[in-house]
């Protein structure tokens, strides 16, 4: 049995594209991190932009908050919350490119 993995790819334009074919944006509502159709243009774009850190944060550039992995009573989300290193704030990618594809 394979283990599942998650495929995301941070683009040059700061989009995190989740899936292959049917690419999606992480994007924001309301601060939960969510899955939409990739913005092209418009002011709505600013959402789906993300800046990865060294430190293993990725911070939502428009409001300079991290994503963090929340966990609730029957559910676990992400959230954007002010960046404090805690370990729900702190991600690990394998295979890290700089290239587009």
Same mark, same amino acid.
């Given at each position: $049995?394979?283990?599942?993995? $998650?495929?995301?790819?941070?683009?040059? @334009?700061?989009? *995190?594209?989740? /899936?292959?074919? =049917? =690419?999606?944006c992480f994007?924001? @509502? $309301?601060?939960?991190?969510?899955?939409?159709?990739c913005t092209?243009? /418009?002011? &709505? *774009?600013?959402?789906?932009?993300?800046?990865?850190?060294e430190n293993?944060? *990725?911070?939502? *550039?428009?409001? /300079?908050?991290?994503? #963090?992995?929340?966990?609730? #009573?029957?559910?676990?989300?992400?959230?954007? @919350?002010?960046?404090? /290193?805690? &370990?729900?704030?702190?991600? @690990?990618?394998?295979? !890290?490119?700089? !290239?587009?594809?």
């Amino acid at each position: $049995q394979f283990p599942l993995s $998650q495929h995301l790819k941070h683009t040059s @334009r700061k989009e *995190i594209h989740f /899936g292959s074919p =049917q =690419q999606l944006c992480f994007d924001v @509502r $309301q601060e939960q991190v969510i899955l939409q159709k990739c913005t092209e243009e /418009g002011p &709505a *774009i600013h959402q789906q932009h993300w800046d990865f850190q060294e430190n293993g944060m *990725i911070v939502h *550039i428009l409001s /300079g908050k991290c994503m #963090e992995a929340v966990v609730q #009573e029957n559910s676990k989300d992400l959230y954007l @919350r002010q960046c404090d /290193g805690k &370990a729900s704030q702190l991600w @690990r990618f394998d295979n !890290v490119s700089s !290239v587009d594809k």
